[in-house]
């Protein structure tokens, strides 16, 4: 790790990079299950013609991961500006901490198929990301 890295570190860009490299995982759930359901060959060719419907885990993973992908630019860019503007504080902190571990939490919920809990989390994640935006107007 660089000294310039480390001067210029927050919690709330530790909590980004959390989150990309969650977002990262995210990336292979769904796609471990598609090749499960299509086989390797089907995975590693063009994948011409109509896949196979993976299986009930696996679809609500897609989901898990399109919902990931509708709030992660909205997240990067406020952390961001948040930090470049100098609005680290309180909010920030506690807004990232919230979107990162409900983030964390909400993938397995959605897996597993658990109801209300699963849109308490996800309330929790968006909460956080207000907490951040809102650091930015006051």
């Known amino acids: ?28 759930l769904p796609a471990a299950g598609r090749t499960m359901a299509n086989g390797i060959d089907w995975n590693a060719g063009p994948r011409d013609g109509v896949p196979a419907r993976p299986g009930i885990v696996t679809q609500r993973l897609e989901r898990a991961q399109a919902n990931m992908w509708e709030t992660l630019p909205l997240f990067i860019g406020a952390v961001l500006i948040a930090h470049v503007t100098g609005e680290d504080g309180p909010l920030t902190f506690w807004g990232t901490q919230a979107f990162f571990w409900a983030r964390l939490v909400y993938i397995p919920l959605y897996a597993f198929g ?25």
């Open 1 to 28: 790790m660089s000294d310039a890295w480390v001067l210029v570190t927050t919690p709330e860009l530790t909590m980004l990079a959390a989150t990309l490299v969650l977002a990262f995982v995210l990336l292979f």
């Open 114 to 138: 658990v109801p209300f809990v699963r849109s308490f989390v996800w309330l929790i994640a968006m909460g956080g990301l207000v907490a951040v935006f809102a650091a930015l107007f006051t």
